[in-house]
């Protein structure tokens, strides 16, 4: 079974950092690409970040030079770092992989992000 549980969310002034945590069990984790995305009330979810097996990342225009995901193997574990947040940064943030062996997507259950101004 499957299980993406995500952490780290919380209350944060505009500047401020917040680092998000995605424990993954139940998948051979080194092999996965693992995404997180978003969202906002009334909007879309889309994709914030994403890091490969082999550690190549790629993010949102929104998010570049401020927020950075990696990854590690040994815990089963991908994080993300959230700097100079902003007010448009807040929503739930969620984790996502797609298991190259069955090719069906999982996701976590979120964490609310929430950034004051």
């Known amino acids: 079974q499957v299980q993406l549980v995500e952490s780290g969310g919380g209350l944060v002034q505009a500047g401020g950092s917040l680092r998000l945590s995605c424990a993954a069990s139940?998948?051979?984790?080194?092999?996965?690409?693992m995404g997180w995305y978003r969202q906002a009330p009334g909007k879309q979810r889309e994709l914030v970040a994403r890091?490969?097996?082999?550690?190549?990342?790629n993010y949102a225009d929104s998010v570049k030079g401020r927020f950075t995901v990696s990854r590690d193997n040994a815990k089963s574990t991908v994080y993300l770092q959230m700097n100079s947040l902003r007010p448009e940064d807040t929503a739930v943030y969620y984790c996502?992989?797609?298991?190259?062996?069955?090719?069906?997507?999982?996701w976590g259950q979120g964490t609310q992000v929430t950034v004051s101004s």
């Open positions: 139940g998948i051979i984790f080194s092999i996965n690409a």
């Open positions: 996502n992989t797609v298991s190259v062996r069955s090719n069906r997507s999982y």
């Open positions: 890091i490969t097996s082999t550690g190549s990342a």
